[in-house]
């Protein structure tokens, strides 16, 4: 069973600048679907980016160009570059499985979270 452990959130002003990470345990990380998910209180969780087993990205439309997933099978984690951040960016932020690229995986695991707050 995998498990994910998110870290990197804080507080950031807008347009500012802030960098997840998310470790992963268990031997079959690299041939998962992977995603960055946030979730707002009393909102779905949604799928943000996400990166296929063969490498096909997914950003949605409100983070493209400004975020930037990587992930590194031999680590076992994945990473989110945040620019240009936004106060509608603010949200509990999760790693988690997909269904290729751009397919959310509802079913878990999840780790903690890493909470996002953009605010002046």
């Known amino acids: 069973q995998v498990e994910f452990v998110e870290s990197g959130g804080g507080l950031v002003q807008p347009g500012g600048s802030l960098r997840l990470s998310c470790s992963a345990s268990?031997?079959?990380?690299?041939?998962?679907?992977m995603g960055w998910y946030r979730q707002t209180p009393g909102k779905q969780r949604e799928l943000v980016t996400g990166?296929?087993?063969?490498?096909?990205?997914y950003y949605a439309d409100s983070v493209k160009g400004r975020f930037t997933m990587s992930r590194d099978n031999t680590k076992k984690t994945l990473s989110l570059e945040m620019s240009s951040l936004r106060p509608e960016d603010t949200a509990i932020y999760y790693c988690?499985?997909?269904?290729?690229?751009?397919?959310?995986?509802?079913?878990?695991?999840w780790g903690p979270g890493t909470q996002v707050t953009v605010s002046s």
């Open positions: 988690g499985r997909s269904y290729g690229a751009g397919v959310p995986r509802e079913v878990g695991p």
């Open positions: 268990g031997e079959l990380f690299s041939i998962y679907s």
């Open positions: 990166v296929s087993h063969g490498g096909e990205t």
